[in-house]
């Protein structure tokens, strides 16, 4: 990407700038784009071209680009469709830097070749484009107003002469144009800076990740917030998130455009429980990017990760002047998945000292209206308090804000203890706040939230916190590559990655089956071994508990005859004999091909049961032992796995061992296998292992095996 920056530059920092199709009418968007520009002030000299008039509001036209006394770094292209590409091509031909194309009619439209000449041009040219069907940007930096949006104008209209460009605040990169700028002005109302709006809209060239990454090496963002519905280059996006975090700028997106129809066609249980939401879901939370779902939360953590500092911890200390709006608050941050802590007895020993004694010191430390009556003295040394114990990660200050003069007459408190905070601090007014209050807790770096936006906005400083956390821990190391043979059969590969399973032989015949049984030792279980039959249960091809040699012969022939049924004309390799194992907690693990990831190794709940209890998590390769045991304890029912209700704790290091044995193994065999099924893989007790009892592998050429 880095070599694309400067043409990038000139397209959203331009020092000229060409709106093909310009228009005097400012009722039309050829001429709202004009009024824009121009309300702006924009340092950027504009060159209006247009064949019907001399002059549009005090800026002399051109009949056509070769009329342009300088190289221009931006056209603004705001004509139809059809007379699209060839601006284009008279713009690539003159030098143009970048290029900004409103019309609509495109790949939408069904009109995918003109788009894919877009691409084309950019690309033989090196000019870029972004578009079409796009509302266009506004970059506050840098003073420009390249949209139509209604609401931009008015912005600019209402800011003032007074107004300062921001240099530092938010991003936002958004694949629709209305909702970008949407998110923009409701940004502003919350008090949230906001550098940049970018629409991207088709992508026939630029895409959302490529505009992120430049808006970054800008310098000066404090959080990017990105709507998409898909990626254009997805391998792309762990550079993207990496660059981001390194800057410690946070990536605040939500993605739409959900899919199952993928699932539908896939084979083993592995693919029915890893649809691609759920990859990005495993990708973002990996890349420390934080994914919300409205428009609320995004804001929401915006707020919060773009004016404080991440929290250690997910401990909140809930400081109140009201005891019944502390209780509240407390519940929305438990349910936010956040600790309310007590404090400790010294700590409570000495904020007792502080609050009146009809006050508490338990979470919510109820610390009443008195101590901010003081000239927040009081409210003061309790947040010095709170601070210093190391027993709490944030506060939530709930306070009262609706007397205007609030604010004001704590700042000589509240000033310096901000400036030197070392955990994030949030305010809430249990009443309307007063706007000067709001203003005046702005200039001091203090962030105002709505209950329901403050447990979002901790959610967010607490996740993001836990990320840069074990960012500097790193991944862990990775299962190493074993010494066996790529193309070695399945079970051999299970062995060569110590992935356990129990002794197994293969049955031609009644005789042999029963003979397979007691050399093992009985019971033992029996399984129809068939290139066609993905799902032996379903088929009536398993046959378990097998006590004795006779049972092994009836139990043959029985398997034969409900395959014969079930699945008529499937070709039968035998009867496979396997050690019965002990019975335990049930899993699945597996891997599964994503179209955008590629292979992803999933674990879940398992057993006949497992596409009802869809209890699962999954991650791209590649994955190691630490990063296994992570997807073990997000999984909805990890209480199960670490002894509830009296059982003892299964072997948790065991079953992250085999999810870090089937990465290598994938990684090893390269595009061999579509797909690997391990279910059910049964947990002992801590300390004695697992055993995987069945196996699926899916091959990409030659089907099951």
Same mark, same amino acid.
């Given at each position: 990407?880095?070599?694309?920056?400067?043409?990038?530059?000139?397209?959203?920092?331009?020092?000229?700038?060409?709106?093909?199709?310009?228009?005097?009418?400012?009722?039309?968007?050829?001429?709202?784009?004009?009024?824009?520009?121009?309300?702006?002030?924009?340092?950027?000299?504009?060159?209006?071209?247009?064949?019907?008039?001399?002059?549009?509001?005090?800026?002399?036209?051109?009949?056509?680009?070769?009329?342009?006394?300088?190289?221009?770094?931006?056209?603004?292209?705001?004509?139809?469709?059809?007379?699209?590409?060839?601006?284009?091509?008279?713009?690539?031909?003159?030098?143009?830097?970048?290029?900004?194309?409103?019309?609509?009619?495109?790949?939408?439209?069904?009109?995918?070749?003109?788009?894919?000449?877009?691409?084309?041009?950019?690309?033989?040219?090196?000019?870029?484009?972004?578009?079409? &069907?796009?509302?266009?940007?506004? =970059?506050? +930096?840098?003073?420009? %107003? /390249?949209?139509?949006? !209604? $609401? *931009?104008?008015?912005? #600019?209209?209402?800011?003032?002469?007074?107004?300062?460009?921001?240099?530092?605040?938010?991003?936002?990169?958004?694949?629709?144009?209305?909702?970008?700028?949407?998110?923009?002005?409701?940004?502003?109302?919350?008090?949230?800076?906001?550098?940049?709006?970018?629409?991207?809209?088709?992508?026939?060239?630029?895409?959302?990740?490529?505009?992120?990454?430049?808006?970054?090496?800008?310098?000066?963002?404090?959080?990017?917030?990105?709507?998409?519905?898909?990626?254009? &280059?997805?391998?792309?996006?762990? =550079?993207? +998130?990496?660059?981001? %975090? /390194?800057?410690?700028? !946070? $990536? *605040?997106?939500?993605? #739409?455009?959900?899919?199952?129809?993928?699932?539908?066609?896939?084979?083993?249980?592995?693919?029915?429980?890893?649809?691609?939401?759920?990859?990005?879901?495993?990708?973002?939370?990996?890349?420390?990017?934080?994914?919300?779902?409205?428009?609320?939360?995004?804001?929401?953590?915006?707020?919060?990760?773009?004016?404080?500092?991440?929290?250690?911890?997910?401990?909140?200390?809930?400081?109140?002047?009201?005891?019944?709006?502390?209780?509240?608050?407390?519940?929305?941050?438990?349910?936010?998945?956040?600790?309310?802590?007590?404090?400790?007895? /010294?700590?409570?020993?000495?904020?007792?000292?502080?609050?009146?004694?009809?006050?508490?010191?338990?979470?919510?430390?109820?610390?009443?209206?008195?101590?901010?009556?003081?000239?927040?003295?009081?409210?003061?040394?309790?947040?010095?308090?709170?601070?210093?114990?190391?027993?709490?990660?944030?506060?939530?200050?709930?306070?009262?804000?609706?007397?205007?003069?609030?604010?004001?007459?704590?700042?000589?408190?509240?000033?310096?203890?901000?400036?030197?905070?070392?955990?994030?601090?949030?305010?809430?007014?249990?009443?309307?706040?007063?706007?000067?209050?709001?203003?005046?807790?702005?200039?001091?770096?203090?962030?105002?939230?709505?209950?329901?936006?403050?447990?979002?906005?901790?959610?967010?400083?607490?996740?993001?916190?836990?990320?840069?956390?074990?960012?500097?821990?790193?991944?862990?190391?990775?299962?190493?590559?074993?010494?066996?043979?790529?193309?070695?059969?399945?079970?051999?590969?299970?062995?060569?990655?110590?992935?356990?399973?129990?002794?197994?032989?293969?049955?031609?015949?009644?005789?042999?089956?029963?003979?397979?049984?007691?050399?093992?030792?009985?019971?033992?279980?029996?399984?129809?071994?068939?290139?066609?039959?993905?799902?032996?249960?379903?088929?009536?091809?398993?046959?378990?508990?097998?006590?004795?040699?006779?049972?092994?012969?009836?139990?043959?022939?029985?398997?034969?005859?409900?395959?014969?049924?079930?699945?008529?004309?499937?070709?039968?390799?035998?009867?496979?004999?396997?050690?019965?194992?002990?019975?335990?907690?049930?899993?699945?693990?597996?891997?599964?091909?994503?179209?955008?990831?590629?292979?992803?190794?999933?674990?879940?709940?398992?057993?006949?049961?497992?596409?009802?209890?869809?209890?699962?998590?999954?991650?791209?390769?590649?994955?190691?032992?630490?990063?296994?045991?992570?997807?073990?304890?997000?999984?909805?029912?990890?209480?199960?796995?670490?002894?509830?209700?009296?059982?003892?704790?299964?072997?948790?290091?065991?079953?992250?061992?085999?999810?870090?044995?089937?990465?290598?193994?994938?990684?090893?065999?390269?595009?061999?296998?579509?797909?690997?099924?391990?279910?059910?893989?049964?947990?002992?007790?801590?300390?004695?292992?697992?055993?995987?009892?069945?196996?699926?592998?899916?091959?990409?050429?030659?089907?099951?095996?």
């Amino acid at each position: 990407m880095e070599n694309t920056v400067s043409g990038l530059e000139r397209l959203f920092n331009p020092g000229s700038i060409a709106v093909i199709g310009a228009s005097a009418d400012l009722t039309k968007i050829r001429g709202r784009i004009m009024r824009a520009l121009t309300d702006c002030a924009t340092a950027a000299r504009i060159y209006p071209i247009s064949r019907s008039t001399d002059e549009i509001l005090g800026l002399k036209t051109f009949a056509s680009l070769a009329e342009v006394p300088e190289a221009v770094d931006l056209a603004i292209i705001v004509i139809g469709a059809d007379k699209v590409i060839e601006a284009l091509e008279d713009c690539a031909a003159r030098g143009v830097g970048g290029a900004l194309v409103f019309a609509s009619g495109f790949a939408e439209g069904g009109n995918a070749h003109a788009e894919h000449r877009m691409a084309e041009i950019a690309a033989q040219s090196g000019m870029r484009i972004l578009g079409p &069907n796009t509302l266009g940007f506004y =970059s506050d +930096a840098n003073g420009v %107003a /390249a949209s139509f949006s !209604p $609401i *931009i104008t008015e912005w #600019i209209r209402a800011r003032g002469p007074a107004y300062r460009p921001c240099t530092e605040g938010v991003d936002i990169v958004c694949q629709s144009g209305g909702l970008g700028f949407a998110l923009h002005v409701r940004a502003l109302l919350e008090r949230i800076p906001v550098r940049h709006v970018v629409t991207t809209g088709n992508e026939a060239d630029l895409g959302a990740i490529e505009v992120a990454d430049y808006l970054l090496s800008t310098g000066g963002s404090r959080g990017i917030l990105m709507f998409v519905e898909g990626f254009k &280059n997805v391998d792309a996006l762990e =550079s993207l +998130a990496e660059k981001a %975090a /390194a800057q410690g700028v !946070p $990536i *605040i997106i939500n993605k #739409i455009g959900k899919s199952d129809a993928g699932q539908r066609a896939a084979i083993s249980h592995t693919a029915h429980l890893t649809g691609s939401d759920a990859i990005y879901d495993a990708v973002f939370r990996r890349l420390g990017m934080i994914r919300v779902s409205t428009p609320e939360e995004m804001l929401a953590a915006a707020a919060a990760l773009a004016k404080l500092p991440p929290a250690r911890g997910r401990r909140v200390a809930v400081v109140t002047t009201s005891g019944g709006t502390g209780g509240w608050a407390a519940d929305i941050v438990s349910g936010e998945g956040l600790e309310v802590p007590e404090p400790s007895p /010294a700590l409570r020993k000495r904020l007792d000292a502080i609050i009146p004694g009809y006050g508490s010191s338990a979470n919510p430390i109820d610390v009443t209206a008195a101590v901010v009556e003081d000239g927040g003295a009081g409210l003061g040394a309790v947040l010095q308090e709170v601070e210093a114990s190391g027993e709490f990660d944030a506060a939530l200050v709930i306070v009262s804000f609706s007397a205007p003069g609030r604010v004001k007459g704590m700042r000589a408190v509240l000033a310096p203890l901000l400036a030197a905070r070392r955990i994030p601090i949030l305010f809430h007014s249990a009443g309307l706040p007063h706007p000067e209050n709001l203003e005046a807790l702005d200039e001091i770096g203090g962030l105002y939230q709505t209950l329901g936006a403050a447990g979002r906005g901790l959610r967010a400083l607490a996740g993001y916190g836990a990320f840069l956390a074990a960012r500097e821990q790193g991944r862990g190391p990775l299962v190493p590559a074993a010494t066996v043979d790529p193309g070695a059969p399945p079970a051999d590969l299970l062995k060569a990655y110590a992935i356990p399973t129990p002794p197994v032989g293969l049955a031609t015949s009644a005789d042999a089956a029963a003979a397979l049984a007691e050399e093992m030792g009985f019971p033992v279980v029996l399984k129809i071994e068939s290139p066609d039959i993905a799902h032996k249960t379903e088929a009536g091809g398993v046959f378990l508990n097998v006590a004795d040699p006779e049972a092994a012969r009836r139990g043959y022939a029985t398997i034969l005859a409900n395959v014969a049924q079930a699945a008529p004309g499937a070709r039968i390799d035998g009867v496979q004999v396997q050690k019965m194992a002990p019975a335990g907690i049930e899993m699945v693990v597996g891997m599964t091909r994503d179209a955008d990831f590629g292979p992803v190794v999933m674990l879940g709940f398992g057993g006949v049961y497992v596409e009802i209890l869809r209890d699962s998590a999954v991650l791209p390769l590649p994955v190691g032992r630490d990063e296994a045991l992570g997807m073990i304890h997000s999984l909805k029912g990890i209480e199960i796995l670490q002894g509830a209700r009296g059982r003892p704790p299964v072997d948790l290091e065991a079953l992250a061992g085999i999810v870090a044995g089937v990465s290598a193994l994938v990684t090893q065999t390269g595009d061999r296998f579509a797909e690997i099924d391990l279910n059910p893989v049964i947990l002992y007790p801590e300390g004695q292992g697992a055993m995987v009892v069945d196996t699926l592998f899916v091959d990409s050429n030659a089907g099951v095996r």
